[in-house]
């Protein structure tokens, strides 16, 4: 069976390790979590932004790629929880908008960014999970990460805001949007059914099979 790559995509909080984990259980797909080396800038990041963004987000991009090395040489379905292309398009787009990363640090990661991105072939479909401030925060006092607690509303918000402008504006294969502020699909089984049957509606068709595909949207609530 040829490759077929999908990414998850989410804000910090959405819940895009969760069905990584789920889909590839349910279905005997390979999954790629983020990162297992922990980010040595990280505490110095949340902070102080504008000191560590350049430091923080190259070590990221670093580990990124070799994860869609990774996936490059596996057969069948492969799961991707968050990509390069968030690192580049949500996280840096965010803290150069902020004024957290200068501009000579900006250019300098967009240049390194833009040539590893045209090197790598696109994934074949995304999963996009749709959440609100409150869900994120909810969901991040939760979990607990101590590396988390400095996390701000405002910070969540802007962050919501660049994925959605993203999202727009991707057309590099098909998108499954999950409304994740309604949709639990660690308290109910039946969500991950339907979000598992979509996702393998995607696969079955071929993924990407031209330059652009519309969006596809998640059904109304059975």
Known sequence: MSRVHILVAGNIGAGKSTLVEALARRFGWHPLFEPAAINPYLDDFYRDMRAWAFHSQVFFLTHRLRLHRQAEGLSGVVIQDRSLYEDAEIFVETLYLQGHMNERDYRTYRDLYETIRDLLRPPDAVIYLRASVETLLARIAQRGRENEREISPAYLEALNRRYEAWMQGWDLSPVLVVPAD???????????????????????NGGRREHRLLPLSFPAVP
């Open 182 to 204: 309604r949709v639990d699909f660690v308290a109910e089984p039946a969500w991950l059914e339907t979000i598992a049957h979509q996702v393998q509606g995607l696969v079955q």
